[in-house]
């Protein structure tokens, strides 16, 4: 099966950077994604890590180590409607299924 | 462009009764489809995915069933509702030609009393 660990709650300054960690255990691992999901609303793409290594999308930053099996999700500039609970989702299963984490609730406050 | 629509939003139902959720997909084909469901403040758990029409895979068992009557079609149901099947639930569509990112609809909130 499959196991996502990621912390439950992130408390940041506004404009200052924050990581949320995320560590995973899954067959058949085809890589580690992240989402953005604000209060009452629908989870959102961020991004997409595959191969180890860092990807930038803006101000957000996803990095994974498949030896590790684990990845993180860097926010830079943290800004007040940063304010969500940030997923890790695995895609294995064939490469049709995605598992989620639990969520990190990021509090970003002025 | 692709469009997802999921249906009611709100949704206020006694134990005991039936359930039916239904999601529609646009603007795309042969998208691999998805029912999760969220308890509040928790993570989303995959409870059906689809392939194709007619093609139900089933990840926790419990007292819903999903079915797929046509390719951009995702509906999910119940006989009876439990209260333990109150929550967030969650249409999400993937398209078939790879690429990683899921869709997600904007969610029915289902209270069972």
């Known amino acids: 099966g499959q196991s996502l660990e990621q912390p439950s709650e992130v408390t940041a300054v506004e404009g200052a950077i924050v990581q949320i960690n995320c560590t995973y255990q899954?067959?058949?691992?085809?890589?580690l994604s992240w989402y953005q999901q604000h209060d009452g609303g629908a989870p959102t793409f961020l991004s997409y890590?595959?191969?180890?290594g860092l990807e930038e999308t803006g101000r957000f930053s996803s990095f994974l180590s498949r030896s590790d099996s684990y990845g993180y999700l860097l926010l830079q500039e943290l800004q007040m409607k940063d304010s969500a609970s940030y997923f890790c989702?695995?895609?294995?299963?064939?490469?049709?299924?995605?598992?989620f984490g639990a969520g990190t609730r990021l509090f970003v406050k002025a | 462009s692709q469009t997802i629509h999921q249906w009611p939003a709100t949704l206020v139902q006694p134990v005991g009764s039936p359930l039916s959720l239904e999601c529609t997909v646009e603007?795309?084909?042969?998208?691999?489809l998805y029912w999760y469901r969220q308890a509040a403040g928790r993570g989303l758990q995959l409870l059906f995915y689809s392939v194709g029409i007619g093609q139900i895979s089933s990840e926790v068992p419990q007292n819903l069933s999903a079915s797929r009557p046509q390719d951009r079609q995702f509906i999910l149901s119940s006989k009876k509702l439990l209260l333990s099947d109150s929550g967030f639930y969650l249409c999400?569509?993937?398209?078939?030609?790879?690429?990683?990112?899921?869709?997600f609809g904007s969610g029915t909130q289902l209270s069972v009393l």
């Open positions: 989702a695995v895609k294995g299963g064939g490469g049709f299924k995605t598992i």
């Open positions: 999400a569509w993937r398209s078939r030609e790879g690429g990683e990112k899921l869709f």
């Open positions: 603007g795309t084909s042969n998208p691999n």
């Open positions: 890590n595959a191969l180890d």
């Open positions: 899954t067959s058949g691992f085809y890589g």
